[in-house]
């Protein structure tokens, strides 16, 4: 207790020093003995003097007194930090250099393990997370569908494993009524999808499943009624059906289609078996794991499969686990990738940052030289260079941090939309932690390697074998040659990827999704309000050509339809092509280059003979030596011909790394489809003719949902959706590349200058200058070979991990191999051609006497 | 006669300090040091300065309280007082001492 409180009243003491104090008691006590001289009969002169000497030494005294007044420790740290901070503001070049190395790696770091947190650890926002499953139904090729309805309901009766099943199906709906019509997201939902996402009214109540109410998002409530209670009971027109607004809620991002809009929904078991659109999610009974369930599962789908041969003969049923559902099959994998280069990035920039050190140490010699002559401890010179450490570490880190905040920010902004679990991700007291964890690591390393100089010691730059020195070159290489090899990679994939050619020209095309509402149409309607208007939207004199497609480039979802050709039995195996339903204008639109026979006209109508335009691939793929003009295959289930008439170029139109596929085109005529979309080549700006397209479509049906869209944006958008984290690594991976090359650099030229000494005895000797420089230039390239000797085989197998992220590129590449090899020899060779040519070019005397 | 002088023992001072507040009641550094060096009768060598750096140690440990006040022929100087807390200690320090005094006298005694 006692000792606490003296340590408390010496600390205090440090801050409220009086300094006067003792020079007030000392200065009294003299007086004191001195006026007790004198009245024994002394002159003043004399009484002070035999006074001062009865009293004693004292600036011992007040040295003493200062010692035990305040921590002797503390103040020193104190005086390190002044001398720090006094140091590194001498040297701002240093001391930025450093900060901003440290700052970047750390800064990167934690903003990767924020991502890392949001995707794979931190609970996901539905009640009891770790018993939710997705349930996908698995085709007899083990390809994952959705559920169809009496599917659903089996299992619903069957499964024992599965206490609470939430099931809905994903929906466009085009809302009219309230204002302009606009499409919107929507999802039909099961009565007990309410309890399985935990889903409750924010406002009103959620709907039971017989009404014709609907529950709409907080952010379409807000967006559409300002939030406005008055909502609640609104009618609505979805589709063209009538709906009440019941209530409000907040719809998950992660689940649900993003759906703005929920309706209700009852699977019926006399829905087809074939029609694979419910996605299905359950809550696993509590202690039941996913191996069981996953068993019982098999069971279940055996039972239905023999009660339904003719419908779900070898199909089965499979577990998926939510968070892999909702972050996509490869993003975990991806994700630890990045991890991983990030990791190593920031270990490099420690290490490089431990290299500046040694160089600083160089030019610090006298300094210190001085300061040991003076009698200043080695333990005290440590402390000061580890105080100077934890100075650059701590703003470092300060900085990290404050990169982080805005790289969190930049990734929720760009990437939240591919990955909407990032729009959970936050930087919190764990990632402080971590940047804690990072300014101890970095003090350490700073202080080990300026401790390491033999200079720091008093020698005088004896050039002895410098292990801690030379495993910071050898591990340096390593890092960096795993990290330029990914780098490499990926920048070949990001070049191949921005020179493919789609098939088509999307500049000054302008897209738009047209919706009309589905109980207003039928087939023949459908068609010709799309041949009225493309008629119309060519007349426009912004508008050079028109034509329509059920999937619009780069917005569509992969479609196959199956066929025989003609002449192959009704018992062979159907082939599968992608199919699209074009007008005729849609090939010259998009310049699309006919091969050979023709393009559709609009004599192509419903009445006239069936034709169909094959792609080159697939006119290569199922005629590979004839001419397949004239040819016929038999469409669909059904098997009705289908007259081939042309060959067209192939497309990549659904994603530009999307090898294009095979792909048939029917007539839109013969082939009525919805919702469809305009393309519209323009003369000018794509979007200025939006205007123009709204007045003309709106005047056939007031009541048809528009979407816009240059065809230009929707193509980059493809290249980029995917491969923001390709191009962000790889101008990371190039960074990363760049700050290890010069890190290098300075470390390997710090190393033949601290061998100065030893060459100028070797030239005194008699050793040749040529010798000489060689032998330098050989020991820098040895520590890369042992470097790239490590870094290489590493980098080899960490390559099989990007192999997801590659485009046209093979993680192999002997050219990337090479290419690594060539730039660290360079480096090595750059770096020590400078300092070996001085070296072998000094007088040999002053080489010896050369600190 | 000469007494011959020793130094101040390692550790006393603290105590012979204590034990002159006790009984003194309130004193500056001058008046310890020399109320010291009268019970001590010439027999110790005391560098009066010395006392300064024990006092602080003391009042740090809170076993001494100081303040500035006036001295008799009206000098402003800075008086210490033992605490209730330093009474304890001293008590304790005194029962400690004579425990070593008596050990240290048996064993002369018996050697002799």
């Given at each position: 207790m006692s000792s606490l409180g003296a340590l408390l009243a010496r600390i205090q003491a440090m801050f409220s020093r009086d300094p006067d104090r003792i020079n007030a008691e000392i200065e009294q006590h003299i007086d004191f003995i001195a006026a007790d001289y004198v009245r024994s009969g002394m002159t003043e002169e004399e009484a002070r003097y035999a006074a001062k000497r009865e009293f004693g030494n004292v600036t011992a005294v007040q040295q003493e007194y200062r010692e035990q007044n305040g921590l002797p420790i503390l103040e020193n740290i104190w005086l390190d930090v002044k001398f720090a901070v006094r140091s590194l503001r001498r040297n701002p070049a240093y001391t930025s250099a450093s900060t901003v190395t440290l700052a970047v790696g750390l800064g990167s770091l934690i903003t990767v393990l924020c991502a890392m947190s949001a995707l794979l650890w931190k609970p996901l926002p539905f009640p009891h997370p770790e018993r939710l499953v997705v349930v996908k139904e698995a085709d007899p090729r083990a390809g994952l569908w959705s559920f169809s309805e009496p599917d659903l309901l089996d299992l619903q009766d069957r499964t024992r494993s599965i206490v609470a099943l939430a099931a809905y199906r994903r929906g466009l709906s085009v809302l009219t009524g309230s204002g302009q019509p606009e499409t919107i997201h929507s999802a039909s939902v099961t009565p007990s999808t309410f309890a399985v996402l935990g889903i409750q009214s924010i406002v009103g109540r959620v709907f039971e499943p017989s009404e014709k109410n609907v529950v709409v998002s907080r952010s379409l409530w807000s967006r559409k009624w300002q939030e406005s209670p008055a909502a609640i009971g609104q009618a609505i027109t979805l589709d063209g059906e009538n709906y009440t607004i019941v209530g409000v809620a907040d719809l998950p991002v992660d689940l649900l289609?993003?759906?703005?809009i929920l309706l209700p929904l009852l699977p019926k078991a006399t829905e087809s078996r074939t029609a694979h659109d419910m996605e299905v999610i359950g809550q696993l009974r509590e202690g039941v794991g996913q191996g069981p369930a996953q068993a019982e599962l098999n069971g279940i789908a055996a039972s239905i499969a023999r009660e339904n041969p003719r419908t779900n003969n070898g199909w089965s049923m499979r577990l998926v686990s939510v968070r892999d559902y909702v972050n996509g099959p490869r993003t975990g994998r991806t994700v630890w990738m990045i991890f991983t280069a990030v990791a190593l990035f920031w270990v490099l920039s420690c290490g490089n940052v431990a290299g500046l050190q040694l160089a600083r140490s160089i030019a610090r010699r006298h300094e210190i030289g001085t300061r040991l002559a003076l009698g200043a401890s080695r333990k005290r010179l440590f402390a000061q260079t580890l105080t100077e450490g934890a100075i650059l570490s701590s703003l470092g880190a300060a900085l990290g941090v404050i990169l982080a905040l805005y790289g969190v920010e930049a990734i929720r902004v760009f990437a939240a939309e591919s990955l909407p679990r990032l729009a959970h991700m936050r930087v919190d007291a764990t990632m402080i932690g971590i940047a804690l964890f990072g300014v101890v690591f970095s003090t350490l390393l700073c202080a080990l390697f300026s401790g390491r100089s033999p200079e720091f010691y008093g020698g005088r730059g004896i050039s002895r074998r410098d292990r801690g020195r030379d495993a910071l070159i050898v591990v340096q290489v390593s890092l960096a040659s795993i990290l330029l090899l990914g780098a490499g990679l990926l920048l070949h994939s990001f070049v191949r990827l921005q020179a493919v050619d789609p098939g088509f020209d999307a500049e000054k095309v302008l897209l738009v999704h047209v919706s009309l509402e589905t109980a207003e149409y039928d087939d023949a309607r459908r068609v010709s309000f799309f041949r009225e208007a493309t008629e119309r939207l060519a007349r426009l004199p912004q508008v050079e050509s028109v034509g329509a497609t059920n999937i619009s480039p780069f917005n569509g979802t992969g479609t196959a339809n199956r066929f025989r050709l003609e002449g192959?039995?009704?018992s062979s195996e159907y082939h599968a092509a992608a199919w699209r339903a074009v007008t005729p204008g849609f090939f010259p639109t998009l310049g699309i280059p006919l091969k050979q026979g023709r393009l559709f006209t609009?004599?192509?109508?419903?009445?006239a003979a069936q034709v169909v335009i094959v792609s080159e691939s697939m006119a290569r793929k199922f005629w590979p030596n004839e001419d397949p003009i004239g040819k016929r295959l038999l469409w669909g289930k059904s098997g009705s011909p289908k007259t081939i008439i042309g060959i067209v170029g192939d497309l990549r139109d659904l994603a530009v790394d999307t090898p294009p596929v095979p792909t048939m085109f029917r007539p839109y005529a013969q082939l009525s489809d919805a919702p469809m979309s305009l393309v519209l080549r323009t003369k000018g700006d794509p979007t200025a003719a939006s205007e123009g397209v709204r007045h003309e479509i709106w005047s056939l049906d007031r009541n048809a949902a528009l979407e816009f869209q240059p065809l230009s944006r929707a193509m980059s958008d493809s290249i980029m959706r995917p491969r923001v984290s390709l191009l962000a690594f790889a101008v990371f991976a190039t960074i990363a590349m760049l700050t290890a090359a010069f890190g290098l650099y300075g470390t390997i030229s710090y190393r033949v200058n601290q061998r100065q000494q030893e060459i100028g005895i070797r030239l005194a000797l008699g050793c040749p200058a040529g010798a000489m420089r060689w032998q330098i230039r050989k020991d820098s390239l040895w520590l890369v070979c042992r470097g790239l000797a490590i870094g290489l085989p590493l980098a080899y197998l960490l390559s099989t991990f990007i192999t997801s992220l590659l485009y046209e590129t093979q993680p192999t590449q002997a050219e990337a191999y090479l290419l690594v090899m060539v730039v660290f020899v360079g480096i090595a060779l750059a770096a020590s051609f400078g300092p070996s040519r001085r070296a072998s070019r000094m007088d040999p005397a002053s080489a010896i006497r050369y600190e | 006669m000469k007494v011959p002088k020793s130094e101040v023992p390692y550790g006393t001072l603290d105590l012979m300090i204590l034990k002159t507040l006790e009984s003194m009641g309130s004193l500056h550094g001058y008046g310890i040091a020399r109320r010291i060096e009268q019970v001590a009768q010439g027999s110790v060598a005391l560098n009066q300065g010395t006392v300064y750096p024990a006092l602080l140690r003391l009042e740090q440990k809170g076993w001494i309280s100081s303040d500035w006040g006036v001295s008799d022929n009206n000098r402003r100087a800075r008086y210490y007082a033992v605490t209730k807390q330093g009474r304890r200690q001293l008590m304790e320090e005194e029962a400690s001492w004579q425990r070593t005094v008596a050990t240290i006298t048996r064993l002369l005694e018996g050697a002799q």
């Open positions: 289609n993003g759906a703005d192959e039995g009704m609009v004599a192509d109508g419903d009445h | -």
